[in-house]
C-alpha cells in the first residue's frame, strides 16, 4: 500500500518511513507543503492515504487540505500534529481531514489507524477480505486459499490487495504499478506481469484474468 507522508521534521519523517515500511508500506516522503501539494496533484488517486503534519513550510497543512478536498480528492487523509491545542485538530476535521495523531505517538496505533482508514474509505467494516474461497487479511498481511495459508512476497500481497480492493475492474500494469511501488523504487518493464504470473501459480490460474492490451482483474468467485 502506497502512502504520501507529508512531515518537514526529519528525524520524525526519517523514523516514520522507515517504521512503516516494515509495517509492509510503500511512503513517499515529501518535507514541505509546496512538495506535497505537486505531488497530490500527480498522483493523489494511487495513494491509499495521505499523512499530513500541519505545520509545514511553504504551505500550511490546513491550506492544503481545504485545497484537497475542494479539488473533490476523496483520498483519506489522517492529521499528524505537534501542536496539541484542541482548535487545530477540529479544524482540520472540519477541513476534511479523516483522523489524526498527537504526537508523540506510536507506531503501532498509527498503523492501526491507516489500516482502519482504508478499510472504511472501500467501504468495508471487515478487517478480512474475503472473495470466494480466498481470504486476504491486510493488517497481519496473510493469506489463505480454502482455509490454508498462503505465502506471499510483499509485491504479490499488494498486488493482490489491490485488485481485490476492486474486485471486477480492470486495472492496467502502469495503474498497478503506480499503486504498489514508491518514488525511486526500480522498476523493471515486465515486473508486473512477472508478480501475476507468480500469484497465478499459488493461486490457481482462473483466479486473476489477464484482460488482453488492457490489464488484469480478479475473477468473480
Ligand atoms: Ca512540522
Known amino acids: 500500500m502506497r502512502l504520501l507522508l507529508a512531515e518537514d521534521d526529519w528525524m520524525i519523517g526519517q523514523a516514520l518511513r522507515e517504521g512503516l515500511n516494515q509495517e509492509g508500506f510503500v511512503v513517499d516522503w515529501v518535507q514541505d507543503g509546496r512538495q506535497a501539494e505537486l505531488a497530490l496533484k500527480a498522483a493523489?488517486?494511487?495513494?491509499?492515504?495521505?499523512?499530513?503534519?500541519?505545520?509545514?513550510?511553504?504551505?500550511?497543512?490546513?491550506?492544503?487540505?481545504?485545497?484537497?478536498?475542494?479539488?473533490?480528492?476523496?483520498?483519506?487523509?489522517?492529521?499528524?500534529?505537534?501542536?496539541?491545542?484542541?482548535?487545530?485538530?477540529?479544524?482540520?476535521?472540519?477541513?476534511?481531514?479523516?483522523?489524526?495523531?498527537?504526537?508523540?505517538?506510536?507506531?503501532?496505533?498509527?498503523?492501526?489507524?491507516?489500516?482502519?482508514?482504508?478499510?472504511?474509505?472501500?467501504?468495508?467494516?471487515?478487517?478480512?477480505?474475503?472473495?470466494?474461497?480466498?481470504?486476504?487479511?491486510?493488517?497481519?498481511?496473510?493469506?489463505?486459499?480454502?482455509?490454508?495459508?498462503?505465502?506471499?512476497?510483499?509485491r504479490e500481497f499488494d498486488l493482490l490487495y489491490v485488485l481485490l480492493e476492486k474486485p471486477g475492474a480492470v486495472l492496467s500494469r502502469t495503474r498497478l504499478e503506480e499503486r504498489v511501488y514508491g518514488w525511486g523504487q526500480e522498476v523493471v518493464s515486465n515486473a508486473i506481469d512477472v508478480h501475476i504470473h507468480h500469484l497465478r501459480k499459488k493461486l490457481g490460474p482462473g483466479f486473476i484474468v489477464n484482460v488482453r492490451g488492457v490489464g488484469y482483474r480478479v475473477a468473480k468467485p
Request: glycine residues 6%.
Open 44 to 154: 493523489a488517486a494511487e495513494y491509499a492515504l495521505l499523512l499530513l503534519d500541519l505545520g509545514l513550510p511553504r504551505r500550511s497543512g490546513l491550506d492544503l487540505l481545504a485545497d484537497l478536498r475542494r479539488s473533490r480528492a476523496d483520498i483519506p487523509v489522517l492529521i499528524l500534529t505537534a501542536r496539541d491545542s484542541l482548535s487545530d485538530r477540529v479544524l482540520g476535521l472540519n477541513s476534511g481531514a479523516d483522523d489524526y495523531l498527537v504526537k508523540p505517538f506510536e507506531l503501532d496505533e498509527l498503523v492501526a489507524r491507516i489500516h482502519a482508514l482504508v478499510r472504511r474509505a472501500a467501504g468495508r467494516a471487515e478487517p478480512v477480505i474475503e472473495h470466494g474461497v480466498l481470504r486476504l487479511h491486510p493488517v497481519k498481511r496473510e493469506c489463505w486459499l480454502r482455509g490454508e495459508p498462503v505465502e506471499l512476497s510483499a
